[in-house]
């Protein structure tokens, strides 16, 4: 999987990437749609991230650790997520190398023209889409949808003109994660 073919990123909480569990609902997760998988910030279990990013490789899914380059690089993970777009994408780039991704969250438009100009490889956003959507400096550089709570939400971005979704498994039990990834590859037009 590459980034700029990704269309459904998610976010993993906590108490689920420390669950046993973990692994096998983002092995339904991927199955299910999902794309990319992000491990919750302050995660340094390095057995628990080279569980997942084994799920990743077994499904051709990316896996990305939140805030830590050196645990992605000794997991072997895909790449680093930077929580905000004021963290330092050289440094981070300077750990993980040119083969991984560094991505950043943006919590407004200014946040996420930052994230492009210091050379992110994809920005997760949290904040409004309209000053993104169809710029030319943005094309090739994926920007995916997140923060927007529930499917309804996600309808109307859809509608909206967005393309990429972000959802936060701290909203679902585990149990519901695999069909709501569903729902989400569905209404971006996969079947699944």
Same mark, same amino acid.
């Given at each position: 999987m590459r980034i700029e073919d990704a269309l459904l990123y998610l976010?993993?909480?906590?108490?689920?990437?420390?669950?046993? %569990?973990? &692994?096998?609902?983002?092995? /339904? $997760?991927? *199955?299910? !749609?999902a794309d990319v998988l992000l491990?919750?910030?302050?995660?340094?279990?390095?057995?628990?991230?080279?569980?997942?990013?084994?799920?990743?490789?077994r499904a051709d899914a990316l896996v990305?650790?939140? %805030?830590? &380059?050196?645990?992605?690089? /000794? $997991?072997? *993970?895909? !790449?680093?997520h930077l929580g905000a777009a004021t963290e330092s994408l050289g440094l981070a780039r300077g750990v993980v190398g040119a083969?991984?991704?560094?991505?950043?969250?943006?919590r407004t438009t200014d946040d996420a023209w930052l994230a492009l100009k210091v050379? /992110?490889?994809?920005?997760?956003?949290?904040?409004?889409?309209a000053g993104l959507r169809g710029t030319r400096a943005f094309a090739g550089v994926p920007v995916f949808a997140a923060g927007r709570p529930g499917l309804e939400a996600a309808r109307d971005?859809?509608?909206q003109g967005g393309y990429r979704l972000a959802l936060d498994t701290a909203m679902l039990?585990?149990?519901?994660?695999?069909?709501?990834?569903a729902d989400y590859a569905r209404l971006l037009g996969r079947s699944v």
């Open positions: 976010v993993l909480d906590a108490a689920l990437a420390a669950s046993p %569990d973990g &692994p096998a609902v983002c092995e /339904a $997760a991927v *199955a299910s !749609g491990t919750p910030a302050g995660v340094t279990d390095l057995a628990a991230v080279r569980a997942l990013v084994a799920v990743g490789r990305l650790v939140a %805030d830590d &380059p050196r645990l992605a690089v /000794a $997991a072997d *993970a895909d !790449g680093v083969r991984r991704l560094v991505g950043m969250t943006a050379g /992110a490889d994809y920005v997760l956003q949290h904040g409004p889409l971005l859809v509608a039990a585990p149990e519901q994660v695999a069909a709501t990834v």
